[in-house]
């Protein structure tokens, strides 16, 4: 077990994540001459930017996530990327915008606690069972909340702001860029060193619950969450996210977004692929519904039909008419699987109407109030085999002299002038017009028909 877990791609990924962190602070620390400190306000900006928008990016995706499992790990995972985005957009960039990006205690102290915060919530996400909730989640409500959150927390650093300490007593200077500068208040570096043990712990606990499940973006959080943790020590070396340096803590942060990005969107492809798939798979089912229902019954009835004896003409009518259907059967199966996924109603029913009229040499007017209305396959499908059924019925039954199918948004009409039957006769009884009738319950419709000896028959479906 050991063996497999180590060869794991999940396992392997959070490890050389692990590794280039690790040999990325290691360099800063054993090589003093390397510098890698530069002085770049807009280059500080332009990552802070970055950071929220594709945290915010993550954190919507993995929503639609969690909206699917209403598991509370995906919840909390949310919502630490919700605070970590909010940390680097309204502590970060807002206040250089607005050209208040000096060090001060709304640019130091309240965004420490809020990464904290989001830095416990990731190892919490990541250390919860995989367990469904069954509380209501409102996004503009919780938006609201935090917004309204943030608000007291700024209000009330800037209040304590002649209170609060220094968080960083000497700010990263040209000369000291390139060796560590580990200054700040002791609390300042204590919460760094939480969120390490955080970051750390997340990334253990994210990477054997993804390769116990095979749940690949919890593997790409792993992954996300070592670079994370790399950050915070790097920041502990170098206190550049509280100026305008940027220093490998803030590379190593850009790599945990940017892992956790590519990670949703592998998880969107991955979705749209099974999506796709089980779509196929239950169209492939429906066909074959479709053929056991219709042509293989067919089939079987002529089977029956043909013995050793002689036939008489009625078993020989009969086994043709079998035959015919079994035929337009799998027809209609061959045509289905030619037409588009998205074809419009009413060309599908025209088509398919159009094509038994002239079997049967038949006069039909199609008349369509609906060209471009669409409804999904297996409904679709179902209408056009209404259809079908009706008009071949009334070619074959009714001698009529013309057919019109009108379609409309939610209704179908097949209509002829011909010979019609008893009321209370046919309907329910013949397999056409029972099978017809399963196929409008299916979709959630209802199929009436309307009938009178030498008046025609009027076939109409409500859905």
Not at 122 to 133: F, Q, S, Y
Not at 252 to 259: C, I, K, Q, S, T
Not at 344 to 365: F, I, K, Q, S
């Amino acid at each position: 077990m050991p063996t497999r877990a180590a060869g794991s791609p999940i396992v392997r990924r959070t490890a050389l994540a692990t590794l280039a962190g690790g040999i990325l602070t290691v360099v800063v620390v054993a090589v003093p001459s390397l510098r890698l400190a530069y002085r770049s306000p807009a280059g500080h900006l332009v990552l802070e930017t970055a950071v929220s928008l594709i945290g915010a990016l993550l954190a919507l995706l993995l929503y639609g996530r969690f909206r699917r499992s209403r598991a509370l790990d995906e919840l909390l995972l949310v919502r630490a990327l919700v605070l970590l985005a909010v940390a680097a957009l309204v502590f970060g960039a807002v206040p250089v915008v607005a050209g208040s990006g000096d060090q001060s205690a709304l640019t130091t102290w309240a965004p420490l606690l809020v990464r904290l915060v989001g830095a416990v919530m990731l190892l919490v996400a990541a250390l919860v069972p995989h367990h469904r909730v069954r509380v209501l989640v409102r996004p503009l409500r919780e938006a609201l909340v935090l917004g309204a959150l943030l608000g007291v927390l700024a209000v009330a650093v800037q209040l304590a702001a002649a209170w609060l300490p220094v968080a960083v007593t000497a700010l990263p200077q040209p000369e000291q860029s390139a060796r560590p500068v580990i200054e700040g208040h002791p609390v300042v570096l204590a919460v760094q060193a939480v969120s390490f043990v955080c970051y750390a712990g997340a990334a253990v606990a994210f990477t054997v619950r993804a390769h116990r499940s095979g749940d690949d973006l919890l593997g790409w959080v792993g992954a996300a969450c070592a670079l994370g943790g790399w950050a915070r020590v790097n920041y502990l070396l170098f206190p550049s996210i509280y100026s305008e340096w940027l220093y490998t803590g803030d590379l190593l942060r850009l790599g945990f977004y940017l892992l956790l990005l590519v990670g949703a969107v592998r998880e969107v492809r991955d979705y749209w692929s099974a999506q796709a798939e089980a779509a196929a798979s239950a169209e492939r089912r429906r066909l074959a519904r479709d053929l056991h229902d219709g042509a293989v019954q067919e089939l079987g009835y002529i089977r029956m039909l043909a013995r050793p004896e002689p036939l008489d003409r009625a078993t020989a009518v009969q086994i043709r008419a079998a035959a015919e259907r079994a035929l337009d059967e799998a027809r209609r199966a061959i045509a289905a699987l030619a037409a588009p996924v998205d074809e419009p109603v009413a060309e599908a029913v025209g088509r398919a109407v159009r094509e038994v009229a002239d079997r049967y040499d038949v006069p039909l007017t199609f008349q369509a109030r609906w060209e471009d209305g669409r409804l999904p396959a297996e409904q679709r499908e179902a209408l056009v085999r209404i259809a079908r059924e009706a008009v071949s019925n009334a070619a074959r039954h009714a001698d009529p002299s013309g057919i019109t199918v009108s379609l409309e948004a939610g209704q179908l009409i097949v209509a002829d002038d011909g010979s019609g039957f008893e009321h209370g006769g046919r309907p329910g009884s013949g397999y056409g017009l029972t099978s017809m009738r399963d196929r409008a319950e299916a979709i959630a419709g209802r199929l009436s028909v309307d009938s009178q000896p030498g008046a025609g028959t009027r076939v109409t479906v409500v859905w």
